[in-house]
């Protein structure tokens, strides 16, 4: 089993900056895929920014210029820079991760943390 958890999030002002942090334990081989994303009540989640294991990285057009994703792979660790927030920053952010649990690297699954909150206030 592979569990991750999340930290960082709370309340902050509009422009203001926070960083979110996501650690990732149990049974990894190796990690390809990690990821946030976030989801409002009533909508789908959706994708924030995600990076590979060879440092490749995505973010959706909001959040360019302002959220920065790293990872540390010896750590097996996500983090995400928010800077510049705004209000309809406010959602559950969750990270994801998608988990080798074993040398077959073709057999990989899909892990979620528990989310935690952001709230941008105007």
């Known amino acids: 089993q592979v569990q991750l958890v999340e930290s960082g999030g709370g309340l902050v002002q509009a422009g203001g900056s926070l960083r979110l942090s996501c650690a990732a334990s149990g049974t990894i081989f190796s990690i390809n895929t990690m990821a946030w994303y976030r989801q409002d009540p009533g909508k789908q989640r959706a994708l924030v920014a995600s990076i590979r294991s060879d440092g490749t990285t995505n973010a959706a057009e909001s959040v360019k210029g302002r959220f920065t994703i790293s990872r540390d792979n010896a750590k097996n660790t996500v983090a995400l820079e928010m800077n510049s927030l705004k209000p309809e920053d406010t959602s559950v952010y969750y990270c994801?991760?998608?988990?080798?649990?074993?040398?077959?690297?073709?057999?990989?699954?899909?892990?979620w943390g528990q989310g935690t909150q952001v709230t941008v206030s105007s």
């Open positions: 994801y991760a998608e988990v080798a649990t074993s040398s077959r690297l073709d057999l990989r699954y899909a892990y």
